[in-house]
């Protein structure tokens, strides 16, 4: 089965690029993790936020295949524990081709991302640079699939 995490935003820090190429490495090939990076819509001083936003979520959207389950990451979404989100996995491995995730941009997800989306996940209350969630977002991937092996790198 194949993640596509689809971020808008381009040329991430090093660190961010290091963070997401490390987790993304560790998942076996039967479980890829892929990210598809959609350009910001460009500001201007006249600029309407809900336009950007829109046109940023046409990218988004373009960017996960047909056919995926997309989830959207919304600090006003569902907050899932790490063990939710392992059996969430199992269940997505045995039932669906692939599950795309949404990360806006700095506006946030547009109305169609949200309604497109079969989830809306948060990773918590705070309001967390959209950089760090890729990385963020990439661990606990792999963190949740570990637990679906019983692999050691998930301590309770």
């Not at 690029?17 to 993304?24: H, P, R, S, V």
């Not at 990218?59 to 006003?76: F, H, K, N, T």
């Not at 059996?87 to 949404?102: A, K, S, T, Y």
């Not at 809306?120 to 637990?147: C, D, F, K, M």
Request: aromatic content about 8%; some cysteine.
């Amino acid at each position: 089965m194949q993640l596509v995490v689809a971020a808008v935003g381009q040329r991430m820090p090093g660190w961010v690029q290091q963070g997401w190429t490390e987790y993304a490495r560790r998942l076996p090939r039967e479980l890829s993790l892929d990210l598809r990076e959609v350009r910001l819509a460009k500001r201007s001083r006249n600029a309407a936020v809900d336009t950007l936003r829109s046109q940023e979520g046409e990218a988004l959207l373009a960017a996960i295949p047909s056919g995926y389950r997309m989830i959207a990451l919304d600090e006003r979404g569902r907050e899932w524990t790490t063990r939710e989100l392992a059996g969430r996995l199992e269940d997505w491995m045995r039932e669906e081709r692939g599950v795309g995730f949404l990360l806006g941009g700095p506006d946030g997800l547009s109305e169609a991302c949200r309604r497109r989306a079969r989830d809306t996940w948060a990773l918590g209350r705070l309001t967390l640079p959209h950089p760090l969630v890729r990385v963020i977002l990439a661990e606990q991937l792999y963190r949740a699939w570990t637990i679906t092996r019983n692999h050691p790198y998930h301590r309770e």
